[in-house]
């Protein structure tokens, strides 16, 4: 298992930014594959950005292709979800998930430790 503690949720109006990131702990950071995944109040959690062990690979959902953006540092141990254009759909509870078997598709069930989550919340 990994600990992944996400931040940089917060308030922010409708075509504004925010940059959220998530701290993993331990030494072997560069052979997991990372996920963002989100959960609105009453709805199911979606994914929304993945990442390949090396950062050259990404993986992004139709809902927010074009202005979200995941890339990660394994020199500091985190990966970054970078969300531009907001939109007030996209107020949810934000989590990062690790693969530690080093995949990143879309499904939940492919990860195998997650973070405790940030709250974004887009006002119109």
């Known amino acids: 298992q990994v600990t992944l503690v996400e931040s940089g949720g917060g308030l922010v109006q409708a075509g504004g930014s925010l940059r959220l990131s998530c701290a993993a702990s331990?030494?072997?950071?560069?052979?997991?594959?990372m996920g963002w995944f989100r959960q609105a109040p009453g709805k199911v959690r979606e994914f929304v950005a993945s990442?390949?062990?090396?950062?050259?690979?990404?993986s992004i959902a139709n809902s927010v292709v074009g202005r979200f953006t995941i890339s990660r540092d394994n020199a500091k141990n985190t990966v970054y979800l970078r969300m531009n254009s907001l939109k007030p759909e996209d107020t949810a509870v934000y989590y990062c998930?690790?693969?530690?078997?080093?995949?990143?598709?879309?499904?939940?069930?492919?990860?195998?430790?997650w973070g405790q989550g940030t709250q974004v919340t887009v006002s119109s």
């Open positions: 998930a690790a693969n530690l078997r080093g995949g990143y598709g879309s499904s939940l069930s492919g990860y195998d430790s």
């Open positions: 331990g030494r072997t950071f560069s052979s997991y594959g």
């Open positions: 990442i390949s062990r090396s950062g050259t690979a990404t």
